[in-house]
């Protein structure tokens, strides 16, 4: 299992903090892809989104590994 941790604005979106998917062996993409199946208001955060792989900033091509934490962290404004 993949733990997936959601801030700001992709925590609004799904209402909860985090989440648990059997990804392990795919890749943060199908992550993706299978967010904005099920959240299709993931489409206008999406574009600017940043992935962190075990507190690490990853590209969407990287395999994910069984236990592995992705957060998802959209933009976030300030002033």
Do not use: C, H
């Not at 489409?43 to 940043?50: A, L, N, P, W």
């Not at 900033?57 to 998802?72: H, M, T």
């Amino acid at each position: 299992m993949v733990k997936v941790l959601f801030f700001a604005e992709a925590k609004r979106i799904v209402k909860k903090g985090e989440a648990e998917f059997d990804f392990a062996g795919r890749r943060v993409s199908d992550i993706k892809k299978e967010l904005l199946r099920q959240y299709p208001a993931f489409d206008t955060i999406f574009k600017s989104v940043m992935f962190a792989l075990n507190e690490r900033y990853v590209s969407e091509d990287v395999l994910l590994n069984d236990g592995d934490v992705l957060a998802i962290i959209p933009p976030v404004g300030g002033g």
